[in-house]
């Protein structure tokens, strides 16, 4: 069975401080690694994706992979109130020939004022 | 640009009625479409998958089933609800080819009483 990992949290940090969620991932076959943002209620909202090792940055978004580990993080920075939601790590996965993404069960985030 | 209808956004129905969930998609051609629930404190589980008109792979042996009458066009059915069907029903579609990444519907919340 291949599976994404994240630790449940939840994670707490205060406004200003950078949150950093984990992931890990079974499957040396995955490609490519998404984060999704899912506020309470709502639907996953794609937010990063992120494909060869090292990191990529966008905004105070930065993911970074590192494929040997088998590893994939999300680095917020300078973290706000509105930032308060479960993350989910998904990795794709190739079965029969068609590609599908396996969703981590998320990790809630709470930013405090 | 591409977006994504789903309804109803709500459901409450009685055990063993029918169930129909529908779902399109706007802006591009032969997309990939996914069916996932949530249910509560969980991750995303993959129930059916399409890659075109009439073709539906399942994940998950159920009493759901869904089928792709259009091209932009999936829907989820079951004939009689079980009470574990509840849950949050999200659609989901891509582009075809490799690494791309999935972008869901608001979502179906669906309580079975």
């Known amino acids: 069975q291949k599976e994404v990992e994240q630790n449940s949290g939840p994670l707490s940090v205060p406004e200003g401080a950078i949150a950093s969620l984990n992931c890990t991932y079974s499957d040396r076959g995955s490609q490519s690694f998404f984060w999704y943002r899912q506020y309470s209620g709502k639907s996953p909202e794609l937010i990063m994706f992120i494909y060869s090792n090292g990191d990529k940055e966008d905004g105070r978004f930065t993911a970074q992979l590192n494929k040997a580990s088998q590893y994939v993080s999300l680095l917020i920075r300078d973290s706000q109130p509105s930032d308060s939601a479960t993350y989910l790590c998904a990795a794709t996965l190739t079965q029969g020939g068609s590609e599908k993404l396996v969703f981590g069960k998320g990790m809630k985030l709470t930013v405090n004022p | 640009s591409q977006t994504i209808h789903q309804w109803p956004a709500t459901l409450v129905q009685p055990v063993g009625s029918p169930l129909s969930l529908e779902c399109t998609v706007e802006?591009?051609?032969?997309?990939?479409l996914y069916w996932y629930r949530q249910a509560a404190g969980r991750g995303l589980q993959l129930l059916f998958y399409s890659v075109g008109i009439g073709q539906i792979s399942s994940e998950v042996p159920q009493n759901l089933s869904a089928s792709r009458p259009q091209d932009r066009q999936f829907i989820l059915s079951s004939k009689k609800l079980l009470l574990s069907d509840s849950g949050f029903y999200l659609c989901a579609w891509s582009r075809t080819g490799n690494n791309q990444p999935q972008h869901f519907g608001d979502g179906t919340r669906l309580s079975i009483l």
């Open positions: 802006g591009t051609s032969n997309p990939n």
